[in-house]
C-alpha cells in the first residue's frame, strides 16, 4: 500500500496515512487542531485551501462537500478536511478557506 504525505502549512507538520483516511483524521494524527462542527461535510466549519499533488489526489467531494462549498462560494482549491479523503501523493493544507 502506497501511503499518502499530508502537509500542514500552518504548523509545518506532516504525516503519512492510508488512502481512504479523511484530511481531518490526518490532522488528529499530526497533532494539528482543527475546530469542527458537524463533521458531515454541511457545516463547513473546516474549510481549507488544499493543494494536491497529482490533481486527483483527493477524492471528489461528494454531494454535501460540494454543497456547503458552493453555498461558503468557496472554489476548487478549497476542501472540508472532514469530507476530503486522500487518494494518492501529496495534499498540503494550506490554510482557513476563509482566512486565506
Given at each position: 500500500m502506497n501511503l499518502v504525505e499530508v502537509?500542514?502549512?500552518?504548523?509545518?507538520?506532516?504525516v503519512l496515512v492510508a488512502p481512504g483516511t479523511t484530511l481531518l483524521a490526518a490532522?488528529?494524527?499530526a497533532g494539528v487542531?482543527?475546530?469542527?462542527?458537524?463533521?458531515?461535510?454541511?457545516?463547513?466549519t473546516d474549510a481549507a485551501k488544499v493543494h494536491c499533488a497529482p490533481a486527483d489526489a483527493l477524492?471528489?467531494?461528494?454531494?454535501?462537500e460540494?454543497?456547503?462549498l458552493?453555498?461558503?462560494g468557496?472554489?476548487?482549491?478549497?476542501?472540508?478536511?472532514?469530507?476530503?479523503r486522500v487518494v494518492k501523493g501529496r495534499v498540503e493544507v494550506r490554510?482557513?478557506?476563509?482566512l486565506a
Open positions: 502537509h500542514f502549512a500552518g504548523p509545518d507538520k506532516f490532522a488528529g494524527l487542531e482543527v475546530m469542527t462542527g458537524c463533521r458531515r461535510g454541511m457545516c463547513g477524492e471528489p467531494p461528494g454531494d454535501h460540494q454543497g456547503t458552493a453555498r461558503m468557496l472554489g476548487d482549491e478549497s476542501r472540508l478536511l472532514c469530507s476530503a490554510g482557513d478557506a476563509l
